[in-house]
């Protein structure tokens, strides 16, 4: 006939032709009456009072109030009732809760030899909250009143004490410890890597963000994703699922800074955020599977956390002045920022190779053509370039947007430790040698692949191998690139010898036709 402790069922209702009427009084368990208001969304005032708790031994008074209302008031007869063994039944009194003088002094910071409290100060304000107090050998042993579900433990009457006596009253004391404070032999290191890596952004020019761990279903499909983990009670539709990505938060971060512009001068946005994303521990990636989470234990909640770092730079370059330049930023302003960060934090073994050539199958978000995936090792690190124009238009971005996710876990991994101490190369003493080298190759090269193979087959001499032009047009057959590559040459302890720069440069040139198919353009 009811749904307990939320509201009545329509076949017991009261309506205007009603004359027969059973009263009913009772206490539902709290929690019980939560998940049903909660899983049937009805927020009534009955799941109000019940979820919070109800005095039991108020039940009795209270239906033979409202019988004698309705004797009163609407002329009726009562017929038949039992509230004595109903009554019987029912607690007389809270829980028994111990408690002593000298945790209180404790507790509230008194010294105990000038504590302002006597022992009849106490039992007086307890006793004016209505709790039974008792004497023993070790202090009281106190019963609140049963309208009093708010005092459970011995912590809640010494509030209700300082209450009474007042704040004021108690004097500002230090807590004494016990020891040092002690975060983990892991955490210190970690979280010093962090402020690291938070510094190092900060000193480019970027602004942390904090957003939300949660975000909305509707929010996330937008950008073609999906959340593996759904809260089962979310506080609102806004807040219904762990974020899989950080690049959602960043883009809402940017719009609203748009939205909220109103200057002439277009508005520059560099923002970063560091911080987990939630997947459920069987969700495989790239999978759009909806698992509602629910506890599996006191420390196991079938979610696990991903670190990862993303940034986002929109707008002008440099502020705008008299003579400042005025041009936006663009893919090399992201991979300066990406490179300094990883030099500043020691990630060895950095390479980049295209989003069309990616291991990881790509990231749908960026721009295929104007976008890098990132190795580090073995691993990939994550990827950076510009949001899809097609996201863009759809999103209504007023502007291009430049954005990179990192794998935090990849780079923490390949980075040298915090408080190490980067050693200094001394600045080579002996002249380097420098040769020029004019390429042909397939449009599928990478600069980084020829690169790579210059200072492998050079060695021990060739130390620095870097793209300083490229052409492509009419003198140049279609499907291949002029590529100039300059490779430096020098030994930490001598002078090079001409042939010995000579003989390096002939076997990079045979490595690169060899394994590219690489021609010297004449």
Known sequence: IALAGVMGGGN?????????????????????????????????????????????????????RFAD????????????????????????????????????????????????????????????????????????IVVPPSYRLDLSIREDLAEEIARSVGYDEIPATIPQLSGSPVFGSSSLPRLAKMDQAKSVLVRLGLHET????FTSRDWLSRFGMESSALLLNPLSEEHEALVPSLIPGLIHNALDNWNHHFGSEPKAIRLFELRPVFATLDAKPGTKSEIKIEAKGQMETGV????????????????????????EVDFYDLKAVIDSLLIELGVRGVRFQPMTASRSG??????PGQSVEILVGNAVAGHF???????????????????????????????????????????????????????????????????????????????????????????????????????????????????????????????WKKELGVDLRS
């Not at 368990?29 to 909660?38: I, T, Y």
């Not at 028994?96 to 404790?106: R, V, W």
């Not at 904090?210 to 761990?213: E, G, L, Q």
Request: with cysteine; net charge neutral; glycine share 6%.
């Open 304 to 327: 696990k956390e991903h670190w990862k770092l993303a940034f986002l730079m929109s707008g002008p370059r440099y502020a705008e002045a008299l003579r400042a330049e005025r041009g």
């Open 12 to 64: 017991s209702e009261v309506e205007l032709s009603t004359k027969n009427l059973f009263l009913e009084c009772a206490e539902f368990s709290p929690g019980l009456v939560r998940r049903a208001s909660s899983t049937h969304q009805r927020k009534t005032d009955a799941a109000y009072r019940f979820e919070r708790g109800v005095d039991p031994q108020g039940i009795v008074p209270a239906i033979a």
């Open 385 to 511: 370039g510009l949001l899809h124009p097609g996201k863009s238009k759809a999103l209504k971005c007023r502007d291009t947007v430049w954005m990179a996710e990192l794998d935090w876990a990849v780079i923490d991994k390949m980075s040298r430790e915090s408080n190490a101490v980067p050693l200094f190369k001394t600045w080579p003493q002996f002249p380097p040698m420098e040769r020029d080298f004019a390429l042909l190759v397939r449009n599928d090269v990478t600069a980084e692949k020829l690169c790579q193979l210059a200072i492998r087959s050079g060695k021990p001499f060739a130390k620095t191998a870097k793209v300083f032009d490229i052409y492509r047009g009419s003198q140049v057959a279609e499907g291949m690139t002029s590529v100039g590559v300059r490779v430096i040459f020098y030994d930490e302890t001598r002078s090079l010898q001409e042939v010995e720069a000579e003989t390096a440069s002939t076997r990079i040139l045979e490595t």
């Open 69 to 140: 209302l309705v004797v009163q008031l609407a002329g009726g007869k009562i017929m038949g009732g039992d509230l004595k063994s109903q009554s019987a039944s029912l607690p007389t009194d809270g829980k028994k809760i111990l408690f002593d003088t000298y945790y209180l002094n404790d507790f509230l910071g008194f010294e105990r030899d000038k504590a302002p409290l006597t022992l009849a100060n106490i039992q007086e304000i307890l006793t004016g909250l209505e709790c039974r107090v008792e004497r023993n050998e070790k202090g009281w």
């Open 362 to 367: 790509g990231n749908p978000l960026f721009h």
């Open 210 to 213: 904090v957003n939300f761990a």
